[in-house]
């Protein structure tokens, strides 16, 4: 779905499929990223990092891939479970300045 | 159960009240941040502490103040708040470089 006004942009996937997150992100100069899944009530959690002299990295049933001529990174979520389900933030910082928060997307899982 | 704990889980205030938001972490981080983050949001950053002393402050009111105690304790004093400052009050902690922990924060309401 596309982000308009208050809305957050929301992604709904069937159980079992795989889920891609997209992330556009601002300052070409970033060399690290990382993806946070915010659920209801609590606060962010790390799901996995990258740094800018990777386009690839894996974790359990996660996948994060850089395009840094385009400033892209996505999120690919395998065999997508209700757990899933929340509020994904892709962030961006260069060396120690802060991290720099997207806008985030709502990953709906439907049983 | 997250490594950055934050209390209390709910706050209700006044706005002539003054109150304080804890935060606590024993990772041995020696940067610890506090942001706030408004409904369908991503959070913002509000103050950075590294070592113990405040290094980035946004421009935030000086009805939030922050208080860095030891390397363990974060505090952000509050008074004469605005029911626009209501909002949910997240601290992370992290090394000096890479992914910061997020506490479950805390959920701020102002009459």
Partial sequence: ?111 | DTEVTQTPKHLVMGMTNKKSLKCEQHMGHRAMYWYKQKAKKPPELMFVYSYEKLSINESVPSRFSPECPNSSLLNLHLHALQPEDSALYLCASSQETGKQHFGDGTRLSIL
């Fill in chain 1, 1 to 111: 779905g596309e982000s308009v006004g208050l809305h957050l942009p929301t992604l709904s996937v069937q159980e079992g499929d795989n889920s891609i997150i997209n992330c556009a992100y601002s300052n070409s100069a970033s060399d690290y990223f990382i993806w946070y899944k915010q659920e209801s009530g609590k606060g962010p959690q790390f799901i996995i990092d990258i740094r800018s002299n990777m386009d690839k990295r894996q974790g359990q049933r996660v996948t994060v891939l850089l395009n840094k001529t385009v400033k892209h990174l996505s999120l690919q979520i395998a065999a997508t479970q209700p757990g899933d389900s929340a509020v994904y933030f892709c962030a961006e910082k260069k060396g120690n300045t802060p991290l720099v928060f997207g806008k985030g997307t709502r990953l709906s899982v439907i049983a």
